[in-house]
């Protein structure tokens, strides 16, 4: 099933990326562009595929490190550091979406956590196409999960 279309926002040096896919994309840029981040992210959503998503995550050395690095004007040219990576895939038949972070002191269940570099999924979505209308299907925000019947 390929992949029709794409969004990444927030994932190292991709601010905000969106881009329509065919059966083959060629990719070309000067370096420091962003090229090898946007495999890196597609990387990710396949390891996720295969229940190795926090994993690989790990393995790039937390969440800190995929989270937006690129800086962003302000006042005294401070860098506000990125909150989240959001990323969409979709396909002729379903979307996914989902929204990743640092966890918050308030959302650790039983205080502090010496993993409190592992991904906290903030939101995750995951719908059906039934001709134009999108089903959603799942919706989860933190801890709460609705789920269609």
Known sequence: ????????????????????????NIITG????GKSNLYQAL???ARAAHG??????????????ILWAGGERIRYTRKRPAKRFDMTVETDT??????IGLPS?????IGPT????????KEEKLWLREG????????RRGPTTWLRP
């Open 132 to 139: 134009s209308t999108p089903v959603l299907m799942l919706d």
């Open 114 to 121: 010496l993993f409190r570099f592992d991904p906290e999924v």
């Open 1 to 24: 099933m390929p992949v029709t279309h794409l969004h990444i926002c927030g994932y190292r040096s991709l601010r905000d990326f969106s881009l329509p896919m065919q059966q083959v």
């Open 105 to 109: 002191p308030s959302s650790l269940p």
């Open 52 to 65: 190795q998503f926090a994993r690989a995550i790990a393995e790039e050395g937390g969440t800190p490190s």
């Open 94 to 99: 379903f979307g996914f979406s989902f929204s």
């Open 30 to 33: 000067a370096n420091g562009t």
């Open 43 to 45: 990387m990710l959503v």
